[in-house]
Structures are given as structure tokens and as C-alpha cells.
């Protein structure tokens, strides 16, 4: 599966348009993550225990995306984008979006004259 965040890729050729697919993840840190990141932010600096989620949870919404792309029939989501809110001030929403594809090789695109 391609997935890029421009409306193109090189190389290849939209055959179809499926449209627009969604991968949403809705997380919280448990109380005793959320406590080891209030003491963490009186100090000041990046709190790892956040961070670590936020990272996590991304990787799993662009899974769910692929995966539905995927049921969709596509072979490419194009134009990908996150987009994250908070939800009630101890949840975190992470949403992976873009438009599933279906894409073939071009053949009338010129090679690279470097690799030949």
C-alpha cells in the first residue's frame, strides 16, 4: 500500500478514485501515567510519557487507514494527513485521513537519466 501526503506519485497513474478514508484513535494515559507527566511538566521539557502515546497511537490510526483502504478495494491513499484534538482534557484523538486510490504504473513516464 502507497501512502503518501501528496496528490500524486511518481511513477504511477490514478486509475480510480475511491475517496476519502479514516483511521481514528481515541486514547487516554492511565492515572498513573497522567501523574508521572504532571510531576515531569514542573519541570518543563518534553514529557516522554506523551509523547510515547502520541507516537503510538499515530502508528495504529495510519494502520486502521491502510486497513480500510484496503476493504475499500484501494491499492494507494494519496494526500494523507493527521489531524489531533483533546477530548474532555484526558483523552487524545488522533485521526489519519486521506483519499483511497487505485493506481497503476505509468508507462509514459520518462525514466531518470541517472539510473540509466
Known amino acids: ?3 503518501t501526503t501528496t496528490p500524486t506519485i511518481p511513477g ?3 486509475v ?3 475517496g476519502a478514508v ?3 484513535v481515541v486514547r487516554s494515559r492511565g492515572l498513573g501515567g497522567n501523574v508521572m507527566a504532571g510531576i515531569r511538566s514542573l519541570g ?3 514529557i516522554h510519557e506523551y509523547t510515547q502515546l502520541l507516537e503510538q497511537t ?3 490510526a495510519l494502520s486502521r487507514l491502510s486497513e480500510r483502504a484496503t476493504q475499500l478495494g484501494a491499492n494507494a491513499i494519496v494526500s ?3 489531524d489531533s484534538s483533546a477530548i474532555g482534557g484526558t483523552m487524545s484523538e488522533i485521526v489519519a485521513y ?6 497503476a504504473p505509468d508507462e509514459s513516464a520518462q525514466s531518470d537519466p541517472r539510473q540509466d
Do not use: N
Open 1 to 3: 500500500m502507497f501512502i
Open 12 to 14: 504511477y497513474r490514478i
Open 16 to 18: 480510480r478514485m475511491i
Open 22 to 24: 479514516f483511521g481514528v
Open 44 to 46: 518543563g521539557g518534553e
Open 58 to 60: 499515530r502508528g495504529e
Open 80 to 82: 494523507m494527513r493527521f
Open 98 to 103: 486521506g483519499t483511497a486510490v487505485i493506481v
